[in-house]
């Protein structure tokens, strides 16, 4: 696999196009290579099978340039933060050797396995680096340029801190992006997701005084 400039992680399947969809097709579009890493298959979900959803975040990935994986960890709505979690994902970072890693936000009003996740995640960069540790012997230690988190919803958007903003008013990004947000079918059922991320990527872009941004 190439190595990544970005290695995303989600909790479920669909919270990476929600979440951050338009910068992961801003950067495939520039050509650097993004990877996904989805740590459920949603089976907690009130719509859609575990298949349907494997399916449906495949078929997102694809129609954003992204690569994807699903590892097991403890199950949709059961996470845990446990070191071998931290251990496991750290042994990923260390294969893939990505420069910028994406999470969820550490905010606790949100979906628990978000910001249980985020943590993981967070944790996970530093014991990627540590040459001591016998789990992560396989490969050789690393260290990220940077650790980036993305906000799934509002409330998952840390009060107070200075968010960064990219921009994502092409109309070819927004494209990409709704197509992938569109691709997660089984969950377009209850409320209209897609139309509130993109309504709020145009607050966010109006606040920075450009036609469309989402914060990451
Ligand atoms: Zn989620």
Known sequence: MTT?????????PDDIEFGCGGIIARETKAGRAVHFVICSRGEAGTHGTPKQRVAEAKKAAAILGATIEFIELDGDAHLEIRSAHALKIAAIIRRLRPGIVLAPTLEHNQHPDHWRLGQLVRDATRL????????????PSHKITHLFFYAVTPDAEP???????????????????????????????????????LARAKVAGMRALCSSAISQ
Do not use: C
Not at 4 to 12: D, E, K, Q, Y
């Open 128 to 139: 990627a680096r540590y040459g001591g540790l016998r789990e992560l012997k396989k490969f």
């Open 4 to 12: 990544p400039s970005l290695l995303v992680f989600g909790a479920h």
């Open 159 to 197: 009060a107070g801190a200075q968010p960064v903003l990219i921009d994502i008013s092409p109309l070819e990004i927004v494209k990409t992006w709704t197509a992938a947000m569109e691709a997660h079918a089984s969950q377009m059922k209850t409320s209209n997701y897609l139309e509130f991320q």
